[in-house]
């Protein structure tokens, strides 16, 4: 058989896998996904660099939420990483030497730069109104992430090791034409969020012991250190 011949087969049979594998197999995890929000993530220890990151997020708890980062919402997008976000009262609870992982959101809802994400034929108008509790909820919330795929650097694989990752905190952060590029491509306005969001969102000061680089000019890498195995 040739090549050509293999890879038909291949692609015939994986057709009728996955159509096996919705009818059969069980995926409740992952039906538990019932928010996407898109944002901007930026490295740790590198904040030229911003990358488009789309959460797909199930709740733990009302403090506690999990979401499963892509680059994109096609079919097709890399899984990149991950994002743990918790409450202020637990946060507050956290290890002083834990809280040096985790970012604030305050300003990714307060900027309109955070937004939820839904379908295409959805009015933005019906989107703002859908958002709303999720944003005041977002507003007092902190950030755990980790990017195990640098696909800005490395698009076909992901290579190297684990990447934390950060959020803006004020406006000269970002990265205008990326967020300009973004609301284009989902007919969204960051701007009109920004505004129409000053109409309902308390005032708030975020912690002071989360986006600690803000204070320390230095970020986190994470370094392979190689250990004896226990066994």
């Known amino acids: 058989m040739n090549p050509e011949t293999k890879q038909e087969v291949y692609r015939e049979g994986s057709k009728v896998y996955d159509a096996a594998g919705a009818t059969i197999m069980t995926f409740t ?8 929000l898109c ?7 590198d904040h030229t660099r911003h990358v488009e990151a789309h959460h797909f997020c199930s709740h733990r708890s009302k403090d ?6 892509y ?16 409450s202020e009262r637990v946060f507050k609870s956290l290890p002083e030497e834990e809280k040096k992982y ?17 379908k295409g034929m959805v009015p933005n108008v019906v989107n703002d109104t859908a958002e709303k509790p999720a944003m005041l909820e977002l507003h007092q919330t902190y950030g755990k992430t980790i990017h195990t795929w640098a696909y800005d650097e490395s698009p076909e694989l992901p290579l190297g090791p684990p990447q934390l990752m950060m959020s803006y905190t004020h406006d000269n ?48 890498v994470f370094k392979p250190e190689e250990v004896e195995i226990q066994a």
């Open 173 to 220: 952060q970002a990265d205008d034409e990326a967020i300009r590029r973004r609301d284009e491509r989902f007919g969204i306005s960051t701007s009109a969020k920004k505004k129409l969001r000053e109409g309902y969102l308390p005032h708030y000061q975020k912690d002071s012991k989360a986006d600690q680089w803000e204070k320390s000019g230095t970020g986190i």
């Open 29 to 36: 995890p992952i039906n538990r996904i019932h928010q996407h």
């Open 64 to 69: 506690f939420h999990q979401c499963v980062i």
């Open 102 to 118: 985790w970012h604030s959101h305050k300003y990714e809802v307060e900027s309109g730069i955070l937004y939820m994400e839904t």
């Open 71 to 86: 680059d994109s919402d096609a079919a097709d997008a890399r899984l990149i990483g991950i994002e743990y976000i918790v």
């Open 39 to 45: 944002a901007f993530h930026i490295y740790a220890q």
